[in-house]
Nanobody
Framework: QVQLVESGGGLVQAGGSLRLSCAAS????????AGWFRQAPGKEREFVAA????????YHANSVKGRFTISRDNAKNTVYLQLNSLKPEDTAVYYC????????????????WGQGTQVTVSS
């Protein structure tokens, strides 16, 4: 079992930045790929970014590419999502997830989920 706890969300003006953190506990987190997803009110959950277990590979959705960056520090059992140049349409609950995989898995292959952290971007 892997437990995930997100933090770092909040209210920010358009153009601003936030850094989300996802702290993992339980099994060896360095053996798990990780990802960030988001869900806006009335919309389906959307993939945002993913990172391999080692951190050597990353993938970002086109909607956030160039603005968001996923990273991880396995020594701290933590995955990060840096959010820059935020837009009102980025407003959502952001979820961290982990997959029992070394490389980045398909979006439907994540096994563990956090409770989410709210990001609100005002115009």
């Amino acid at each position: 079992q892997v437990q995930l706890v997100e933090s770092g969300g909040g209210l920010v003006q358009a153009g601003g930045s936030l850094r989300l953190s996802c702290a993992a506990s339980g099994r060896t987190f360095s053996a798990y790929a990780a990802g960030w997803f988001r869900q806006a009110p009335g919309k389906e959950r959307e993939f945002v970014a993913a990172i391999s277990a080692s951190g050597g590979s990353t993938y970002h959705a086109n909607s956030v590419k160039g603005r968001f960056t996923i990273s991880r520090d396995n020594a701290k059992n933590t995955v990060y999502l840096q959010l820059n140049s935020l837009k009102p349409e980025d407003t959502a609950v952001y979820y961290c997830a982990a997959a029992s995989a070394i490389e980045i898995p398909r979006v439907n292959r994540y096994d563990y989920w956090g409770q989410g952290t709210q990001v609100t971007v005002s115009s």
